[in-house]
RNA sequence: GCCCCCAUCGUCUAGGGGACUAGGACACCGCUCUUUCAAGGCGGCAACACCGGUUCGAAUCCGGUUGGGGGCGCCA
């Protein structure tokens, strides 16, 4: 049975490049057939909050990760919550303590700190001295009885190897010498992450640890404390760094870089996860827009790159977009109604008549949509209507004569009628066109422009019924139909 | 500085000794469809970092150089 975790730290909001590696994992799980895991690791008590906890499981479960274990949904092999277990942890260190693995480091982190900058001063390895390390062990542990506070370190033996296959990588190779004496314990009694992140995975029957590539120098250190507690350990693969456009870190500089900014910036949570799926990782046919079972159903470890990827957010719109048209309508106008009630376009409570003519503006506009939120500015089109703003291209083609003449022969045919059918419309364009002897983008574009006010744009067939059926139905801000529409253009052509 | 990892179009990638004239996708450019703009369709530009070795044959294997990234906390 396969058991792979997700163990974010609760201290912010949770970041691409980490939801990349969640979501690798979630994808190796239901591949499998195995455990998802959600561990939280919070023994950094400056920093961890429940609210970012709640947040990020917030912002897991919008992407589409499920997990079967975890400190919300309880498990077999809990608590989820480091901040839980640390008895657990104390009890191990104290047993390396007596196997004379680890011992207790009375250093002060002021001295310890001052040390350090020394070392790097002088140009050398900054390397914890290992000073305490051979203090009799009677003597420490009458220390700590009398209430002096102490870390525990864990004895790095000399002139080992550590050598590891890495699913992503073949095998990688550590001499000990360059790992220092690590802290297992914190004198604060809490645990240090490579400690934690053993004692958990061990006992959480992990049988597979997926992270990021920044974790390749945790592991010799991990695995030493496997050996030291003379566990078997996990199998290991270490994804390729996610950064930014100039190949550095990705971060707030490069754009968004958090789930909920994706969220609230109008993408689809499948879409977000199929991209992730592609930073690293690719699909055997070839294929790059995929369901989430069709990631599920193709992925595989072995099939995971070794080389940064850069986030690419042009990419990302694109896949969205070909999701947007993937998915049913109704499911795009759900997901848009709160970007429009947001713009003030839409009243508190939908009736038919307002779904009904919403699920044919989104169905006019949804090939404009790149994220959902675009359906914002494409709806202004419907909801704001002011002639004497427009721009200068449409002003100029708008006041030339043949355009004035359009129009007005167009609105006297339109003006006493209550409502305008499309076919009705373009037969009357068409007579138009056959009086004034005016044809093609002469004729049409002058009545584009006097509908909206805009020099692009919508279809007008797709257009005039929209406003037509708008005007009908009660909107915070009123739908002109085209009669209005003509009425204030030519009053303001005549300058009114 | 030390340790480790990585290297194919601008970007994401396919490829794993002969199938490579190196394939696909995004972006970009052009054409087309449309009496607008997009979207769509078609086409184009564009890469094996460098040097050496192994081999009949190297993008592919090995070594080095260069470049990039990661790590070196009582953070995770």
């Known amino acids: 049975m396969i058991r792979v975790r997700f163990a974010p730290s609760p201290t912010g909001f949770i970041h691409v490049g980490n939801a990349r590696t969640a979501v690798f994992n979630w994808f190796f799980a239901r591949k499998?057939?195995?455990s998802f895991i959600l561990r939280i690791e919070d023994t950094d008590v400056e920093r961890s909050t429940r609210e970012s906890e709640k947040l990020l499981m917030e912002d897991l479960r919008w992407l589409g990760i499920d997990w079967d274990e975890g400190p919300d949904v309880g498990g077999d092999f809990g608590p989820y919550r480091q901040s839980e277990r640390i008895?657990?942890?104390?009890?191990?260190?104290?047993?390396?303590?007596?196997k004379g693995y680890a011992y207790f480091c009375f250093c002060s982190v002021e001295e310890l700190e001052k040390e350090r900058e020394k070392i790097l001063s002088l140009g050398g390895i900054p390397k914890?001295?290992?000073?305490?390390?051979n203090l009799r062990i009677e003597e420490s542990i009458e220390r700590v009885k009398k209430g002096e506070k102490a870390a525990i370190r864990l004895k790095v033996p000399s002139d080992q190897e550590v050598i590891?296959?890495?699913?992503?990588?073949?095998?990688?190779?550590?001499?000990?010498n360059f790992i220092e004496d690590f802290v297992l314990l914190r004198s604060n009694g809490f645990p240090s992450y490579n400690f934690a992140c053993v004692i958990d995975d061990k006992y959480m029957r992990i049988?597979?640890?997926i992270r990021g590539e920044d974790h390749i120098s945790n592991t010799p250190k991990q695995i030493l404390v496997y050996r030291a507690l003379g566990w078997d350990y996990p199998e290991f693969a270490h994804l390729p760094m996610v950064l930014g456009s100039d190949g550095t870190r990705l971060s707030k500089r490069h754009g968004a870089t958090s789930l909920d900014q994706f969220r609230g910036g109008g993408?689809?949570?499948?879409?977000l996860m199929n991209y992730l799926s592609l930073l690293g990782w690719s699909s055997p046919d070839g294929r790059e827009v995929l369901e989430i079972d069709e990631i599920v159903k193709a992925f595989e470890l072995e099939r995971v790159g070794k080389s940064p990827s850069i986030f690419d957010y042009e990419k990302l719109k694109w896949i969205n977009r070909q999701h947007i048209r993937k998915v049913p309508i109704e499911r795009i106008v759900e997901e848009c109604i709160p970007y429009l009630r947001e713009?003030?376009?839409?009243?508190?409570?939908?009736?038919?008549s307002?779904?009904?003519?919403?699920?044919?503006?989104?169905?006019?506009v949804i090939s404009n949509l790149e994220t959902l939120k675009d359906v914002k500015k494409e709806f202004q089109i419907f909801f704001y209507f002011k002639p004497e703003e427009m721009d200068e291209e449409s002003k100029k083609l708008v006041l030339e004569e043949s355009s004035k003449r359009v129009i007005s022969k167009l609105f006297s045919k339109i003006k006493d009628l209550d409502y305008v059918g499309w076919d009705e419309f373009s037969a009357m364009v068409k007579e138009v066109g056959e009086e004034l002897k005016i044809k093609g983008k002469e004729l049409f574009h002058p009545i584009r422009v006097a509908l909206t006010s805009k020099f692009s744009g919508l279809e007008l067939k797709s257009f005039v019924p929209l406003i037509e059926d708008g005007s009908k139905i009660e909107f915070p801000l009123k739908i002109l139909n085209v009669k209005e529409r003509m009425e204030r253009t030519l009053r303001f052509i005549s300058g009114d």
């Open 32 to 34: 499998n057939k195995g």
């Open 87 to 98: 008895e657990i942890y104390k009890k191990h260190a104290f047993e390396l303590i007596e």
């Open 207 to 209: 049988t597979h640890v």
């Open 267 to 271: 993408y689809l949570p499948e879409a």
């Open 164 to 176: 590891f296959r890495d699913i992503v990588r073949g095998d990688l190779k550590f001499s000990t």
């Open 354 to 364: 307002h779904k009904k003519w919403l699920f044919s503006a989104i169905q006019a």
């Open 128 to 133: 914890y001295s290992g000073k305490c390390r």
């Open 343 to 352: 713009e003030g376009f839409l009243p508190p409570v939908l009736k038919d």
